[in-house]
């Protein structure tokens, strides 16, 4: 994404943003909003935000006055206000649905004064360096931002970190909008510094943060599962080190500890062995009780295997049981049964890309298997991938 806005691109949003609040559009914004009213029976005498957030927004009785107590709505009279902040929202790039999860997640955002807070609080970023692309998303998906102070000093350290990369920021900050809350000196430089002890650059770091993670765990959870990882076999600063975090980064060690138990209680495994499995497969403590147990028997019970030896070639539970196990096992099954390739290595087959399996184990064979990719097909649900 380019770093810098185009002269237009800028005079648009400047405009959209700054121009003076067209206040006469708030019954066409109104109307937008609009959800079913409340069922709940009302007391005659609403605050006018209450009756406005039941009426505009969908909210329960019960939500709505409780939203109204909070001390920058409960003196609104009228809908000006709240639907000069709408129209703000609108401006920036809100869709209506958003603008109204928006509204349920912050009420208080309603209440904001666009001239005096949130528009001063745009500008104030994208003087800054910060692309209008970037503040649409941001607001989108945080829209909390706009209530904190030391935005731009947020938003240029998270640049910083990114290298500059906006893409990688959005990313960032549409999966993990926490972080962005998160007080840089407080919370966010120890957990950096922490995950710098254990062998991750900044390049894993931003890697870790582009994904769903255990960012916002406690500083010592962190540490149990950057500890934990190296009890499992990995080391720290290895390239296996940071999938290993990012297989656990969901999990709190509890439940990484009942997976590991699962598969002990069930297979047989060693505690050896469930470290050989996640060795080789981070992912392996990831997976759901039903999840496992489909590939395991379908291993067990067609392909052969032991129980216990497929703890050393657990990336075959990352594999989908009907669109690569299946399938290419029937393909193997058959060519075996013509006496066509006695050594086919079942492990070896399903890692392999799509082209590169077609490549070896159905291209070859065509004319001494006549329907083989029919095979393979029907196997794979009725159409051959591609």
């Known amino acids: 994404m380019c770093s810098h806005l185009s002269s237009q691109l800028k005079r648009a949003i400047y405009t959209s943003f700054f121009s003076p609040p067209q206040y006469h559009y708030h019954f066409h914004y109104h109307r937008l909003l609009r959800s079913p009213l409340s069922t709940q029976t009302r007391p005659q005498e609403l605050p006018f935000i209450a009756d406005y957030l039941i009426s505009s927004f969908g909210f329960s009785l019960d939500r709505a006055l409780k939203a109204s107590a909070n001390s920058s709505l409960r003196a609104i009279k009228s809908s000006a206000r709240p639907e000069a902040v709408v129209k703000f929202l609108t401006d920036t790039g809100l869709s209506h649905s958003q603008i109204k999860s928006v509204v349920s997640f912050r009420p208080a955002l309603l209440g904001s004064n666009v001239d005096k807070t949130l528009k001063p609080k745009v500008r104030e970023m994208m003087e800054v360096g910060i692309p209008g692309e970037v503040l649409v ?7 909390g931002a706009l209530a904190l102070k030391d935005v731009p000093a947020r938003l240029r350290f998270w640049r910083d970190f990114v290298g500059n990369n906006d893409k990688a920021l959005l990313k960032i900050i549409s999966v993990n909008t926490f972080l962005f809350n998160l007080r840089i000196d407080k919370h966010i430089l120890p957990r950096l510094n922490l995950l710098k002890e254990y062998g991750l650059s900044n390049k894993d770091m ?37 999938y290993g975090l990012k297989a656990m980064a969901n999990f709190c060690i509890g439940k990484i500890k009942s997976n590991a138990e699962f598969f002990k209680n ?68 058959t060519l075996q049964s013509k006496g066509l390739k006695k050594k086919c290595s079942l492990s070896n087959a399903c890692l392999a890309s799509e082209r590169r399996f077609r490549e070896i184990y159905v291209v070859p064979y065509e004319k001494d298997v006549p329907g083989l990719s029919e095979t393979y097909a029907a196997a794979y649900g009725g159409k051959a991938p591609v």
């Open 206 to 242: 931003v890697s870790l943060f582009e994904g769903r993670s255990c960012f916002c765990y406690h500083l010592d959870s962190i540490s149990q599962i950057l500890d934990l990882i190296e009890e499992m076999g990995i080391s720290r600063g290895s390239g296996m080190f940071l």
């Open 266 to 333: 069930t297979y047989g495994w060693s505690q050896e062995e469930v470290c050989a499995a996640f060795r080789k497969y981070p992912g392996v403590l990831q997976l759901s009780e039903e999840n496992v147990r489909s590939k395991m028997n379908f291993l067990m019970s067609k392909a052969g295997f032991e129980a216990r030896s497929i703890a050393s070639k657990a990336r075959l539970l990352r594999c989908s049981l009907e669109k690569v196990l299946i399938p290419r096992y029937t393909v193997l099954s």
């Open 137 to 143: 998303q941001l607001i989108r998906y945080n829209p």
